[in-house]
């Protein structure tokens, strides 16, 4: 009893151990790229600021000439995904070996900030063409350093933007698939989390414009920011 007491005791004296683990924290964040992907798809002429599987697609669309969708947009939203993921690694060679907590509160902090920046953005001049490019790079931005992120800290099954090997993974790793079926109420959080975001974003973005729900998106991730532990 007194071990168990003593392993309580230093657990909550642990900054690591204090507020939100890092599972919450990335399934937020995956109903966070559900809003940001129909902000800039339904928002800005169908491109992806969360998604670059898609992205890349739709730059394929764009390039055939296919109507309602930008090559201009596309390359913006990938040019700024790289750039901010290469921030995103350059911030985990500077803090990664140190406190995980510390590690993901700073960077979701960045997120927030960027993203209160788009939403001031489009508060401030909907429907202008700077609006538009300016969106698209500052999302797409948060995004890639959010990727490189959540890639460095390794939480299984979490990526926050891509549901292609989740979805492989609860199919092929199920009971019926012949697998133990152990991730699977993680995996299906995830998938559910995307779909909440992009109803929800979609909701927003149709009848309230795009201001909203990036405004929404920057106050979640702040709050995240504010509350998460180094813990999975």
Not at 169 to 191: C, F, K, M, Q, Y
Request: cysteine-free; overall charge positive; charged content about 10%.
């Amino acid at each position: 009893m007194s071990e168990q007491t003593g392993t309580d005791t230093r657990a909550a004296g642990d900054p690591e151990a204090r507020g939100l683990r890092l599972v919450l924290v990335l399934l937020v964040l995956t109903v966070v790229s559900g809003l940001i992907d129909a902000v800039s798809y339904l928002g800005l002429e169908h491109v992806f600021t969360a998604n670059m599987t898609g992205n890349v697609v739709v730059l394929g669309f764009a390039a055939a000439g296919a109507p309602g969708f930008s090559v201009e947009h596309t390359l913006t939203s990938l040019g700024a995904f790289v750039v901010g993921a290469i921030a995103g690694g350059r911030v985990a060679v500077w803090l990664g070996s140190g406190s995980r907590r510390t590690w993901a509160r700073l960077t979701l902090a960045a997120e927030a900030a960027l993203l209160g920046v788009s939403a001031a953005v489009a508060f401030a001049a909907p429907g202008a063409t700077a609006t538009a490019y300016t969106l698209i790079a500052v999302t797409a931005f948060a995004m890639g350093l959010r990727n490189a992120t959540v890639r460095k800290l390794g939480v299984p099954d979490l990526t926050t933007t891509v549901l292609t090997m989740t979805l492989t993974g609860l199919a092929a790793d199920s009971r019926a698939g012949g697998g133990p079926g152990t991730r699977s109420p993680r995996r299906t959080a995830s998938v559910v989390a995307m779909v909440a975001g992009a109803a929800l974003g979609a909701w927003l973005v149709l009848h309230h414009g795009l201001g909203i729900p990036l405004a929404i998106a920057a106050g979640l991730v702040a709050l995240l920011a504010l509350t998460a532990s180094g813990r999975e």
